[in-house]
Every structure is written in C-alpha cells, then in structure tokens.
C-alpha cells in the first residue's frame, strides 16, 4: 500500500519539471502462514505544468488538472483507469472497499520535533489512521525547504492523491493538511491479523529538469477499464 505520494499544482512555480527520486523499504513480515521477504522499490516523481506523475514498479499514478483526470495504472496486468476529477472513489471501487474504507479516521498532531532529513530541515508529526480492526501509525517528517510551492501542492493536488490512494473521506484528507511542508520521511508501522508491517520512504532527490517523453501518459497497449476489481485491490 503505497500511503505517501507527491504532487504539484502551480505552474509559475517551475522554470523547468521538477524530479523526486524516493526510497521506500517494507520490513519482512509473516501474514496467513506466508512469509513475505524485506523489500526495497523506488517512486520517481514528477511535477510538471497543472499536471504530475509517480511511476512505481507496481503502480503509477498520473494527474492532469487541465484535463481533470486521474489515470490509476497497474504494471502487473497491465492495465489503467482513468477517473475524473474531483474523484468519486464510489464510480471506480468495488462496493466492499468503499465500505471497508468509509469510517477510516485521521489523527494529525505536530509534535515539535525537528530534524534533518539529507539536505532537508523538517518538522515531525505523529499521525494515526484507524479503520475497522486496523491501526496505522506513522512519524512523518515535512520540510518547507524544497524548491517549489508546498502550499499550493498541499492545498490542490495532494488531497486527490491520499483520497485515491487510501480512500479517505472529506474530514480525514482535511486532517492531513495540518502538516506544513513536503513529506520527505515517513515511518509507518502497521497490524493486519497479528502481522506487524513497517515501511520507511524517504526522498533522497529533488531536482529540476525536463521529463521524458511518456511520462504523463500511460503506456502504449494498456488497456483501459472503467473500475477496479477486487483483485486489483487485493493486487
């Protein structure tokens, strides 16, 4: 579950496209008698004019404003749905996850740590996500020192992407805007049945230069479909 994405509105703010590079490792952990291995995967980000891409191994997400759409890609099978803008997660989910994530609620609290994350001065939130049975925490680490407008990041594009990735409700995409600046670290830690998970993402890059050709679009011989299933959750 990819919890922490980035994006970017404001065209003025770029003289040219904008790349993160960020690190994410999921500890080895034991689930319904399988052993899972400690993986590593690598987002690699970009911020471009009204629009933005995160390209994973398993799943990329791309963003047009000017076109209003979300394109949700899965590499596994090889396919994509594009969504419209503002997102009704209900259109495109199956009607179990809706309900399964509907009561999800967010807790968001400073607490007036700081450090620095590489090259980045941050500030330290604890966050809590509960839902059904589960809790999530997590310690994210902002900045404000990054080279674009995190406000209006924070503010147009990033309440699209957590409620497409986490399926959040108004009040709880609401409650992550009480953290200032861009999320350069974060440490969740998780349990789903007895299984204890944790995952650390980190950015480790953010420079600016202009994006390969394909970037914002999905690939050529995907094949577009108007919902999830389940299986693509569970994928």
């Known amino acids: 579950m990819i919890i922490f994405v980035v994006c970017f509105l404001m065209t003025s703010a770029f003289a040219a496209e904008v790349y993160i590079k960020q690190n994410i490792h999921t500890d080895a952990f034991s689930m319904m008698g399988r052993n899972q291995p400690a993986k590593d995967q690598v987002n690699h980000i970009w911020l471009g004019d009204n629009r933005m891409a995160m390209h994973g191994e398993e799943q990329s997400i791309i963003i047009d404003l000017d076109k209003k759409v979300m ?49 980045w001065n941050c500030k330290g939130y604890d966050v809590t996500m509960n839902m059904m049975m589960m809790e999530m925490k997590l310690k994210v680490w902002a900045s404000t020192d990054v080279p674009f407008d995190w406000k209006s990041y924070n503010e147009k594009m990033m309440p699209q992407m957590t409620q497409a990735m986490m399926r959040l409700g108004e009040d709880a995409v609401k409650e992550f805007s009480k953290i200032e600046g861009y999320q350069i670290k974060t440490e969740m830690s998780m349990n789903i049945g007895g299984a204890a998970m944790k995952t650390t993402s980190e950015v480790v890059e953010i420079t600016k230069k202009s994006a390969p050709a394909g970037t914002y679009s999905a690939p050529a011989g995907y094949e577009k479909k108007e919902m999830f299933s389940m299986q693509d959750m569970q994928r």
């Open 71 to 119: 394109d949700m890609i899965q590499h596994q099978n090889k396919t994509y749905v594009e969504m419209t803008l503002p997102l009704d997660i209900d259109k495109y989910w199956p009607a179990q996850m809706s309900q399964m994530f509907q009561n999800m609620t967010v807790s968001v609290s400073p607490t007036g740590e700081t450090q620095k994350v590489g090259q």
